[in-house]
């Protein structure tokens, strides 16, 4: 087999990619409210993306009717009942598939909730873990995310900016290298496994740069578009992983969510708040990233990856 790129970590991995892989990420507002308008699967079926990362499902797996028979399904699904949720659907079976931070994590950043409630407990994290296969001969995570809203009073930002932001960028350098942090708080030794590079996708509820939305001066330090929020997008990319949009288009009027009010999406008054970035040694995989304002049934649409594996 010849490498047309590698991964390698203090672990000393090295990983070649030799295939194609197109993924999907797309906050869907309410899976069944976008089945039942029978908008879902077609869109599955005409893209076929190997591939999809949905968040805000606001559903437990038993309560879709989707039937993708193509697809593995795999949900992570707030306790509260219709709120939040993620999910990853994919064509090749993971090696493992994971639900929110490990216990370390959450007991390192104290993420023990706020007056909403516990995060974790919120569906917000999945990560399917992806080896050899028929498709791939790399390994790799994917990891699916939506991101807590710091809320239009800002009474959620404590959150996000003390404890969820800096577990979450620990989890996935910690996916990328287990030797590199981590944990003081667990017992025993910690499993044996070797880094694999990463792939972020989802719903990060925060436009970084003035370019990511069509108002900056209005919404400056608005949810969204504080100085918090932005330095967290600021430290998962000082980490070296890449923004895959911005590693091929610059500059504004991209977006990829709109309010509802005073014809928004129409007029593209919006907001990038959807990502997908990857490791740094990805980056000569990367083939195409795109934003998909054409395709309706959520106030976001879909985001699209092509990468070499």
């Given amino acids: 087999m010849t490498c047309t ?3 390698t970590g203090n672990a000393g991995v090295r990983v070649c990619y030799h295939g194609g892989m197109r ?8 899976i069944r409210s976008i089945h039942n ?65 490990p216990e370390e994590i959450l007991q390192k950043y104290k993420m023990h909730g706020d007056g909403y409630g516990d995060p974790n407990a919120e569906g917000r ?23 807590p809203n710091s809320k239009p009073d800002l009474s959620r930002l404590a959150l996000r900016q003390k404890s969820w932001d800096p577990a979450f960028l ?55 578009f504080t100085k918090e929020e932005r330095a967290g997008i600021d430290a998962i990319i000082s980490a070296g992983f890449i923004d895959t949009f911005r ?21 593209n008054i919006g907001w990038r708040l959807d990502y997908i970035f990857v490791s740094s040694g990805l980056k000569e995989n990367l083939k195409s990233a795109r934003i998909m304002p054409d395709v309706l049934g959520s106030d976001h649409c879909p985001v699209e990856l092509e990468i070499s594996v």
């Fill in 5 to 7: 790129g590698h991964f």
């Fill in 23 to 30: 993924i999907i990420s797309w906050n869907v507002n309410g």
């Fill in 37 to 101: 308008k029978g908008l879902f699967v077609p869109f599955v079926e005409k893209e076929k993306p190997d591939i999809i990362c949905l968040q805000e499902t606001k559903a437990e797996e038993h309560q879709s009717a989707i039937d993708l028979p193509d697809y593995e399904e795999y949900w992570n699904s707030a306790k509260k009942k219709g709120y939040s949720g993620t999910a990853i659907f994919c064509k090749d079976k993971p090696l493992s598939v994971r639900l929110g931070f």
């Fill in 125 to 147: 994290v999945i990560t399917a873990e992806f080896g050899p296969s028929a498709s791939w001969r790399s390994g790799f995570f994917v990891v699916n995310v939506y991101t």
């Fill in 170 to 224: 620990a989890y996935v350098k910690w996916l990328e290298n287990p030797d590199a942090l981590l944990f003081g708080h667990g017992s025993g030794p910690r499993p044996k496994r070797r880094g694999k590079p990463v792939i972020i996708c989802g719903d990060l509820n925060v436009a970084h740069t003035e370019d990511d939305l069509a108002n900056p001066k209005a919404n400056e330090g608005e949810h969204g």
């Fill in 247 to 267: 590693n091929f288009t610059k500059g504004n009027g991209h977006y990829t969510w709109w309010s509802h009010f005073a014809n928004a999406r129409a007029r």
